[in-house]
């Protein structure tokens, strides 16, 4: 089985932090599973924001997330992690992981091999 369950979401004002967690099934947790992060801005289209491979740098799909938002893994808990720091009320929205396993990570869901989405957790930014 390959399953996801999101944590970690809250309100916070603008300049704050949050982690969000991933844990997945021990399927997930292979050298081949791709782990993204998406968002969903209100009234906006889900978007890709990062992603990353256990053993692998993180990539982004938005660059200018770069210098704020990060990913990390730990192994031993089947545990994913978002950090999202130095937040803007332009951050608020949903936030998924989602997982795909293979030999290429595709950004694109409808390309996934087996993709499994998360349930979201809701992240709202005060001014």
């Known amino acids: 089985q390959m399953e996801l369950m999101e944590s970690g979401g809250g309100s916070v004002q603008a300049g704050g932090s949050l982690t969000l967690s991933c844990v997945v099934s021990a399927a997930l947790m292979s050298s081949t599973t791709c782990m993204m992060w998406f968002r969903e801005a209100p009234g906006k289209r889900r978007e890709a924001m990062l992603r990353?491979?256990?053993?692998?740098?993180?990539?982004y799909y938005n660059s200018s997330l770069a210098g704020r938002f990060a990913a990390s893994v730990d192994v031993a808990k089947n545990t994913w992690f978002l950090h999202l720091n130095s937040l803007l009320p332009e951050d608020t929205g949903m936030y998924y992981c989602a997982a795909d396993v293979g030999d290429y990570c595709v950004w694109n869901p409808r390309l996934w091999k087996f993709g499994r989405w998360g349930q979201g957790t809701q992240v709202t930014v005060s001014s």
């Open positions: 990353r491979r256990i053993d692998g740098p993180i990539e």
